[in-house]
């Protein structure tokens, strides 16, 4: 499988993203998933402005993704798939069948999240959808850069790792 990474990150295609793991994991292409951003051009040129221009990105709903997932995996080029919200992954994997990891970056507050690392913040539903990400067999984790280490579910939920 060369999708090096399934990540949850709410600012989606940012620096972050693009330079401090397109770099260390020479990503060569970012699957975006993405109901508003996929049905903008607008958002999508945006975005597009955000990545070099030797890195393709790939602007998809669920649907497309799901349907898509199977040729993106199999692409030689390592890639990563990229959603803003631990709902639009969830529905991905449920519909895909073949995700086994996905792996926190930015959830940042809004209303009702509580703090769980200093870059995760998380409601009980989104708790809720992570735990059965997990007991379906995905690897749920979190890290927010590369040299990090990454946290599993447990510690997250359970409030250790860097507060």
């Known amino acids: 499988m060369t999708i090096e990474m399934y990540r949850i990150d709410d600012r989606l295609i940012h620096g972050q993203v693009v330079v401090g ?11 975006l998933v993405d109901e508003e951003v996929a049905a903008s051009d ?8 955000g990545v070099p221009p030797e890195m393709e990105v790939h602007f998809e709903s669920v649907a497309s993704a799901a349907t898509r997932l199977p040729g993106f995996q199999a692409d030689p080029r390592p890639g990563l798939l ?14 895909s069948g073949s995700i086994q990891s996905v792996t926190l970056g930015g959830i940042h507050h809004k209303p009702g999240r509580m703090q769980r690392l200093r870059y ?18 995905v690897a749920v984790s979190a890290q927010d850069v ?14 250790e790792g860097n507060r």
Request: charged share 25%; proline share 5%; net charge negative.
């Open 146 to 159: 590369p040299a990090a280490r990454a946290l599993t579910l447990d510690e997250v939920l359970g409030g």
């Open 82 to 95: 990229l959603t803003g919200d631990i709902n639009t992954m969830a529905r991905l994997v449920e519909a």
């Open 120 to 137: 995760v913040f998380l409601t009980p539903s989104e708790e809720g959808e992570l735990r059965a990400l997990a007991r379906g067999g």
């Open 42 to 49: 607008w958002e999508q040129e945006l975005y597009r402005m």
């Open 21 to 31: 793991w397109g770099q260390p994991l020479d990503l060569q292409f970012i699957v």
